[in-house]
């Protein structure tokens, strides 16, 4: 019978790591920044979120979500922003075209499941929500793309925005108040410079002591750097980081990468009360970056920190020896190096160019590393988490 009938979707979604950060809101309510900023999406093989998003009319309202098997609360303003747009675009679909079922008007029962841990600084929030405008423009069949669908987004999370394109991407800031030009675009796509590489220092999996949110709205109210940083530094950042993107210049994209993720949390350090996302292990791992580099006579590595203490660190293929090989002869027990990635990596013979208690403290302080590189945008998949009968799988 049409009334019992399961309407389902399912959409992998990528996390992307800031090279330029977004730090700051203009108008909180519809997530608008303060600046504009620039991202590397990473491949979905090794961070991914996985949602289904189903609908029936047998289903009892109101909408639920369960992610990694745990019921959460979906009647906050920012995921019901999203629901709400995506069920409006729907209902516009099936007021001119009668023949379609009245989705908009069914309960939705979304299950998402994450493959890296959740709020550790890891983007989870930019992912979940990409997924999940995802999954349901897909359920709904809506023909928006995905830069009118990150207008969507970026009501959820606003990384979110970023993570419905792959490669390299922009969220540029806008200038209008009702923010239709605070949008999302491709900067350059993953096959125009696909041998960027990642490597991930997972310092801690706990959730962040400060919460990106609340964490913006701080530093926006008190810090003086911050204006500074939003209205000089960041504009003149964003063209340079793009102009070393189209010339494959990786020495002024490492550069500009760790000057950026530096001055971001000085303004964090200027917010009063101070907020400390870094901690001893993460400056271990940025001497280590140093050290590679000076060893290295030019930039072969550059480290960036989001909210949170881990380390991402990017560098080209070609130098995966002489920046991962060398994390994995100090770290090659800890959990991340098995899988082809890891069986790929050479280990590096000479680690002496690292100091002893920079080596000692990254081997106590990272638990794992996750070794990963460039990636596309969303990917529609035909593995559900919603079984037939309307019950998470």
């Not at 929030?125 to 793309?145: K, W």
Request: glycine letters at 6%; aromatic letters at 6%.
């Amino acid at each position: 019978m049409e009334e019992q009938k399961i309407y389902r979707a399912s959409t992998t979604a990528p996390v992307n790591i800031a090279v330029i950060k977004y730090w700051g809101k203009r108008d909180p309510r519809l997530n608008l920044p303060t600046n504009s900023s620039l991202s590397v999406t990473l491949a979905q093989s090794d961070l991914r979120t996985h949602t289904t998003a189903s609908c029936s009319a047998s289903f009892s309202s109101p909408d639920t979500l369960i992610l990694n098997s745990q019921p959460q609360e979906i009647s906050s303003p920012r995921p019901q922003a999203c629901i709400h747009a995506l069920r409006a675009l729907r209902a516009t679909l099936e007021g001119t075209d009668s023949s379609l079922p009245p989705l908009s008007k069914f309960p939705l029962r979304l299950v998402s499941i994450n493959n890296f841990p959740t709020a550790a600084g890891l983007a989870s929030s930019a992912a979940g929500f990409a997924a999940l405008v995802r999954a349901i423009a897909d359920l709904y069949t809506l023909p928006q793309s995905p830069t009118e669908l990150s207008l969507i987004a970026r009501q959820g999370s606003g990384s979110a925005c970023r993570s419905l394109l792959g490669g390299y991407v922009a969220w540029d800031r806008g200038t209008r108040d009702d923010g239709v030009d605070s949008v999302a675009r491709i900067v350059a796509p993953k096959s125009y410079w696909p041998e960027m590489r990642a490597l991930i220092l997972i310092v801690s999996a706990d959730k962040k002591g400060v919460s990106s949110t609340s964490g913006m709205q701080a530093t926006v109210q008190t810090s003086k750097l911050f204006q500074t940083r939003t209205k000089e530094v960041v504009p003149r950042e964003m063209e340079a980081i793009e102009k070393s993107i189209l010339e494959k210049d990786f020495q002024t994209f490492g550069r500009i990468t760790m000057r950026e993720s530096n001055s971001f949390h000085a303004t964090c350090l200027d917010t009063e009360p101070p907020i400390f996302y870094l901690n001893d292990v993460s400056k271990a791992a940025i001497r280590a970056v140093e050290d590679i580099n000076t060893k290295a006579g030019k930039i072969i590595a550059a480290y960036t920190f989001d909210a949170g203490p881990n380390a991402v660190i990017y560098y080209l293929k070609e130098y995966t020896t002489g920046v991962a090989g060398l994390f994995k002869a100090i770290l090659g027990e800890q959990h991340g190096w098995g899988g082809e990635r890891g069986a790929a990596v050479a280990v590096a013979e000479d680690v002496s160019l690292l100091d002893a208690q920079v080596a000692s403290t990254l081997r106590t302080g990272v638990s794992s590393v996750i070794l990963t590189a460039i990636g596309e945008g969303p990917i529609s998949v035909r593995e559900h988490l919603v079984d037939e009968q309307g019950k998470p799988a």
